[in-house]
């Protein structure tokens, strides 16, 4: 059990740290904007917190003090959450509204700073073993104080998740809504974490042995710490990693239409406007093409086309309608293809008309609907 703790220990405290690192490297450009250097100050406090676990893991004793790391942990733990909502408001409110309210946030905090120190001092904390800390013992100043802590995580969690879904619908800037929703479901995990403390907490007080369940408030820290430093940086980060996804998504199109578009070029190799190459540093341009010339090649197949058939050969028989529709669309070519190459012109072609409600102006659909039709076609080839 003190693996896993310590494991997630350590996951939490490496993305508090990498999400400090990350954002110091933007300090020139944006130290004069003050939601950036309140994120900073969140993000150390954060790191803070981390680091003074680590010293109370390591040492009962913190600049001489008996238990003083696990006092400076809570105390800086509780800025921590007060710095994150204050974050929240400099991202979504507008300046007075969030000046007004992040003052309030402050004084709350050092109000509750104020009352946990002075717990820990009636509860002669420098005096107790660190495990008193962790479960209470079922001492009522003890017990007072992790509960007090517990409640000043859990209401900025709760107030965060209340702000962060409005605050995500007004905002038109897509990198932020997205940090908004990261932020929200940051707030759920460390609540559960909150109630999970709680949890083992007043069991522990009670006598009662819930197990390896005791376990479940580090997993619910360590996964919502890492969410919450997610949130933190995704605003910088977020719409790069959003652009690396659409790129390997065209890409992955573009090698999926690959062999569809080969047989329709060499039935009419006409339909290439440049030769071929492998080369993809212009993707969206070459993926357009791809679909262009097998559009233009599919054409090309029409004095080929025999209306009568339109069975699928019984590999697309299991599926949804648009599926099976693609296996259709995928033995019809292959089948002209094949009446092309032999020079066979059936007497009810498709010499006319055009793609009716498949040739849309919709590029993105365009892509899906012809990736099917290609993977279909691909293991039509397979299955001869």
């Known amino acids: ?68 790391a696990i006092l400076v ?108 929703r990261l932020l929200s479901v940051a707030a759920v995990i460390l609540f559960l974490y909150c109630l999970a403390r709680v949890i083992n907490v007043v069991t522990a007080a009670c006598g009662l042995d819930i197990g390896a369940w005791t376990l479940a408030a580090s997993v619910f820290s360590a996964l919502g710490i890492l969410t919450l430093s997610l949130a933190l940086t995704i605003s910088s980060w977020g719409p790069s990693a959003t652009k690396l996804l659409e790129w390997a998504r065209g890409y992955r199109s573009y090698r999926a239409l690959y062999p569809l578009w080969r047989d329709l070029y060499e039935s009419s190799p006409d339909i290439v406007l440049e030769p071929p190459g492998a080369a993809v540093s212009d993707l ?7 679909v262009i010339e097998i559009r233009d090649g599919w054409r090309e197949l029409r004095p080929y086309i025999d209306r009568t058939t339109n069975s699928d050969g019984g590999a697309g ?4 309608e648009e599926s099976r529709q693609a296996f259709a669309e995928a033995a019809q070519i292959r089948r002209a293809l094949h009446a092309k190459r032999t020079g066979t012109i059936p007497d009810d072609n498709a010499d006319t008309g055009d793609f009716g409600d498949r040739d849309t102006d919709n590029f993105t659909a365009e892509v899906v609907w012809l990736t099917k039709v290609a993977s279909a076609y691909r293991r039509l080839g397979k299955a001869r």
């Not at 969206?284 to 791809?290: A, D, S, T, V, W």
Request: net charge positive; charged share 15%.
């Open 317 to 320: 028989t299991r599926g949804s």
């Open 284 to 290: 969206n341009y070459r993926l357009h093409r791809r």
């Open 1 to 68: 059990m003190n693996t896993i703790k310590t494991l997630c220990f350590v996951i939490a405290a490496l993305s508090s740290y990498a999400a400090l690192v990350y954002r110091l490297f933007q300090v020139r450009r944006g130290w004069r904007d003050s939601a950036y250097r309140t994120l900073l100050v969140t993000l150390l406090l954060q790191c803070l917190t981390f680091t003074m676990g680590a010293v109370a893991m390591g040492s009962e004793r913190f600049l001489g003090v008996r238990n003083l």
């Open 73 to 180: 942990m809570h105390l800086s733990a509780v800025a921590f959450c007060v710095s994150a909502q204050i974050i929240l408001l400099r991202w979504a409110a507008g300046v007075e509204e969030s000046g007004r309210k992040a003052r309030y946030w402050l004084i709350t905090g050092i109000a509750l700073n104020a009352l946990l120190t002075a717990l820990f001092l009636i509860a002669d904390g420098p005096g107790r073993p660190a495990e008193d800390f962790n479960t209470g013992s079922g001492q009522p100043l003890v017990l007072t104080y992790l509960l007090v802590f517990m409640v000043s995580q859990a209401v900025p969690c709760v107030t965060i998740l209340r702000q962060c879904g409005p605050y995500a619908r007004m905002t038109s800037k897509t990198s932020l809504r997205q940090a908004l």
